[in-house]
């Protein structure tokens, strides 16, 4: 982040403004409707600026600028079309530590000018950080159509009834949810229609209604783009008060999560538990039967290789709701980013899902059936067992020559895939880090033909370790 995204509230405070010119005027009216006490300096102004000095709107000292009329002075614009004069003001403003910005020479300002979305007392900004202004504009004319008017008086009227709140519902978490039903509901359709008395009833009958009981969500994450996350599913992120989360749960998803929600990781890797799956389903309930809404976030889908069916019965059994938000699981998404599909008429007509996690002390695995040919094998959390799994498949009848594709932080930016042959599989996987994906069937060869995202995939053991190897995305 370039830029810490403030409001400041300029009501009453001295700013200065160098420049008369038309982009200096606009700059001049945003303070103004600000509330600030705007000082313009310039030789010569616009009829703009001269108008507003006439009307007593601010104030315009008619000479050119020195370091003397930065005193007192809260922040400063430089607007001027002499880079020297900006320079200047920019050096005197910066030395006494006096915020300034100068237009459209970002390195030369403290603080930016956002694109503004103005429902007041509703604001939004918008920023690229002066990189890329156009953009930010196209965004706020998109969000401009998304906002309804209304906004700014519905927070008005909400504002109105806060306190009145705090005395009918103590806790916070119920007060919240108050505000969610409310903005979501009646009370939102009654301000859009002008009927702010219904709306302020609506309000006082909303009171008695609010649910005092917790929920848990069970999310799928997906396999770790953000794009990839459902709609429900992010709308739930942002309205948990608490948020479980596994190791394979992407940064980039949890930044997605509300600001203020209690994020806790309760990731299992191999031979280094972080918590125990009884802790986790404890959390849970203790959680929910708090009042709090609960988010459990699972990377790909909840019920695909992981405990989401076992935390359910829990919560079931301590009476407690919840739901389900079903996640592209990592055999769908990460194969599909790599070119390669599960299924396909000449090549593959079943395809079978297992875990890697095998017991060869107490291996009951089919092993023939997912040797067949023709057959597309997913095989998550395998690296560290490829060895025994590879002997099993050519054991039981899978040519040693097969294609297979190991991928690496599979629909991500840093993606990566490694291809070669069956019998290369345990070496192949000895390069690999987790979280990775271990695809055995004749579909892989269609890679080269499918592949869109990133460059090329690396083929075979030796390719690990040469210095052509490339970081896909």
């Not at 996350?229 to 992010?234: G, M, Q, V």
């Not at 929600?261 to 280094?272: E, P, S, T």
């Not at 079903?326 to 593959?348: F, K, M, N, Q, V």
């Amino acid at each position: 982040m370039d830029y810490l995204p403030i409001f400041v509230k300029l009501k009453g405070r001295p700013c200065l403004v160098v420049g008369g010119g038309e982009v200096a005027w606009r700059k001049t009216r945003m303070l103004m409707k600000a509330g600030a006490e705007v000082t313009v300096v310039a030789p010569d102004a616009d009829d703009d600026v001269v108008d507003a000095a006439d009307r007593c709107e601010l104030v315009w000292q008619k000479e050119v600028f020195t370091k003397r009329h930065l005193n007192t002075m809260f922040l400063v614009i430089a607007a001027t079309n002499n880079p020297l004069v900006n320079q200047l003001i920019f050096q005197a403003a910066d030395a006494r530590h006096i915020l300034v910005n100068v237009v459209d020479d970002t390195p030369k300002c403290s603080f930016i000018l956002p694109s503004i979305i103005d429902r007041c007392p509703v604001v939004i900004a918008l920023s690229s950080s002066g990189k890329a202004p156009v953009l930010t504009r196209l965004l706020r004319e998109k969000l401009e159509t998304l906002i309804p008017s209304h906004i700014g008086r519905m927070a008005v009227i909400a504002g109105e009834f806060r306190n009145t709140l705090r005395k009918k519902l103590t806790t916070l978490i119920r007060r919240r949810k108050f505000w969610e039903m409310a903005f979501n509901g009646r009370f939102n359709s009654l301000v859009a229609a002008g009927n702010e008395q219904g709306a302020k009833d609506e309000l006082e009958k909303l009171t008695s209604s609010v649910p005092s009981e917790g929920e848990v969500a069970l999310i799928g994450a997906g396999p770790g783009a953000p794009s990839l996350l459902t709609l429900r599913a992010l709308q739930l992120m942002q309205q948990a008060d608490v948020v479980l989360y596994d190791y394979l749960v992407s940064d980039e998803i949890i930044e997605l999560c509300r600001r203020d929600a209690r994020l806790i990781c309760v990731g299992k890797r191999a031979y280094c538990h972080s918590i125990s799956q009884k802790n986790t389903n404890a959390l849970l309930v203790k959680y929910a039967q708090e009042g709090k809404r609960v988010v459990r976030l699972k990377g790909g889908d909840p019920f695909m290789f992981g405990r989401g069916g076992e935390e359910l019965q829990v919560l079931k059994e301590a009476g407690v709701s919840f739901q389900v938000v079903p996640g592209i699981t990592a055999a769908a998404g990460s194969t599909a980013y790599a070119g390669i599909p599960l299924t396909h008429r000449e090549h593959a007509q079943t395809a079978m899902f297992i875990t890697g996690h095998l017991r060869k002390e107490n291996d009951n695995f089919r092993w023939a059936t997912m040797a067949r040919c023709r057959q597309t094998l997913v095989i998550y959390m395998g690296l560290m067992k490829s060895g025994y799994i590879q002997q099993k498949l050519i054991h039981h009848g899978r040519d040693p020559l097969t294609p297979i594709a190991i991928i690496e932080n599979g629909t991500r930016t840093n993606q990566k895939i490694f291809k070669g042959i069956l019998s290369d599989l345990e070496s192949l996987a000895g390069g690999v880090s987790s979280p990775a994906l271990i695809i055995v069937g004749e579909v892989v060869q269609l890679a080269d033909q499918l592949s869109w995202f990133g460059q090329r995939a690396l083929n075979t053991a030796s390719d690990l370790y040469a210095p052509s190897v490339v970081n896909l995305g």
